[in-house]
DNA sequence: GATGAATGAGCCTTCATTCAT
DNA sequence: CATGAATGAAGGCTCATTCAT
């Protein structure tokens, strides 16, 4: 009851909510959304059905924890760097890029899992649209300081490869060649 | 009991199960697979429930109809060209890939909702790898005759950046400047 | 149209009966009658679906078909004995009651099946009772020569000692020392 | 939160569980395993059809519930006697025997109409099997204490003998004069 | 807050039966 | 008579969510 009771319980509470996300994360990532029950996130997160509904709303408000909370993490390292201007710094943007994906493919599994779910659509641009856009501007500003005059469509084209490797090596795993990938696309855009 | 009413039925058969694939495409497409119930599909196609089941033996088999269908629709440009020598062709090429999946845009839709869904996954490399391979190999044989050592990366790097680019499309529809994107993709690498 | 062609697809339905009757036997015994489907029995004796109503007018029907097709097989043997008078006589019938149930075991596993089922108590009351209530009359006249007073409660003993034999023979199989126990029936009863 | 509370819960659970066995007990013996839905259990249970599953894993494992509350509750008597000496205590076991098989009508019906299902085939040999053997175990004990030879047959004859005059009350209720019946099984076999 | 029993709508699938051809 | 496409009711089961304790 005293203060300090209190912020202990808030702590709790907080540790709890992780767990929940982070199962769910694990869950969804691997059986996807729709094949993954309340019951089963239940069961790994070591928390009540009932109780469940007192972190989140329902299914659909987990997933949304789940996925800003995935997003806090990845966007994390990006955060340091919101200019670039040398190639070095290009080169060394895309790769921590990928470094940050193959750390965390179980996220990004979810993400491709999503990502053309007409239902969690809007949940999915209201949660990424922000996070995308950031990056896209840094890597405009980039091909802006190199002359290009359309810096906005190569900026576009840069995301867009990136997305496409990133679903490729979520898919194959390690039967897809990322290092080398990476190396051939940072000396087409640099 | 003639020849000719046989195929009359037969014929009428094809075109019921034609009905159903779209129905299902459609609907696979816009709900997404999870979503779309048995029942509704029988209703969009005009097809009692019961029926379904004489045409396709379940949900998953329906599935693979719908994937093969669409597959088999859009790889008929394909099979035009086989080997690219000039570049001329290799940007005719792309472009009419992308002209494709505009015409589409239901079908990608689908291939995007379930590239990542773990459950489906089998059936998708079932059926999407080797019209994957095949344009691979397209794309390889044009970069090695370019004198490109290592024409495999290459090859992959723009048959990502290509599913990337496809993605963005389905995902932002007309906010997607897609012509201008795929000119400079074709730029980049011809 | 003339009265010979008339005569052969008498015929000609009546060997297909049989094939539908068989065909529903068997797999009535092997899965059951619940668990065995019109469409089964359809492809089992080659007839449609839609025609296999032209020759029973339900399942239930066919059902009884089947019975009073098993029975007029099994029956026949009897029909040579209606009086029994010696040790002999007696000894021979039991054995060869349990000779017709090792021969159509099939038909016997079917009706221990079904003679608990609810649902088709009736019907089977109207097929079996007067073949068993023959049985049992024969039986009591012997025991009555015999001098039995109470030969009717010795017969019906004898075909309950009977009918649990049958049944555990059905169940268990070669595992069921049935001429052994046989033997000792008819020592006790003779 | 306290340990009363959740023993009453517990009992609760297990008062429901009861319910729900004696529910499907009574409308599979009425009207067969396959015509009962689990829908007619749990509206005569009076719990809803998603809690049953709550309490069985289907329809398969309620069956299998039914069966062994079923046989707890018939077995019971006989584990009172393991060993039987004299006449006296032959006789009294085999009128015990039949006076459970008059109190449990219901199951005892089940019993039969299951015997010769395949489906339930293994199920019912788990569930049976034990309890038969331990039945004629005790029987063989008795014959050979009398001196039979061959009194694994006698047993498996008497066991047969039950079990025919068993289906015989069953099917027939009260036209069948049990207890005439008993008394003559039991002359002939003591 | 924590629990898990309870609910009930909804899902996929099966199947006896009908009927147009 | 023969066919098999078509129907639609019914079945077993799952699951997000609620609520009494």
């Given at each position: ?20 996300i ?21 069961v ?5 059905k009932g ?40 080169s ?9 994906i193959?750390?965390?493919?179980t996220?990004?599994?979810l ?24 990056y ?55």
């Amino acid at each position: 009851m005293s203060p300090r009771t209190e912020k202990q319980i808030e702590k709790l509470k907080q540790i709890k909510e992780k767990l929940i996300i982070e199962s769910a994360l694990l869950l969804f990532s691997e059986k996807g959304y729709n094949n993954t029950s309340m019951q089963s996130i239940a069961v790994k997160s070591k928390v009540s059905k009932g109780n469940l509904y007192n972190y989140f709303e329902g299914k659909d408000d987990l997933l949304e924890g789940v996925l800003r909370y995935g997003l806090n993490h990845m966007a994390e390292p990006l955060h340091d760097q919101s200019i670039i201007k040398t190639e070095e710094e290009f080169s060394k943007m895309i790769r921590s890029n990928f470094e940050m994906i193959k750390t965390n493919e179980t996220f990004w599994k979810l993400y491709y899992n999503l990502v053309a779910q007409p239902k969690v659509c809007a949940l999915f641009n209201k949660v990424f649209l922000p996070f995308l856009e950031q990056y896209m501007t840094i890597f405009e500003g980039y091909f802006k300081s190199k002359g290009d005059e359309n810096s906005g469509a190569t900026a576009l084209l840069l995301g867009s490869a990136i997305d496409g490797i990133s679903l490729g090596y979520i898919m194959m795993g390690d039967n897809y060649p990322l290092d080398e990938i990476v190396n051939r696309l940072i000396e087409k855009f640099k």
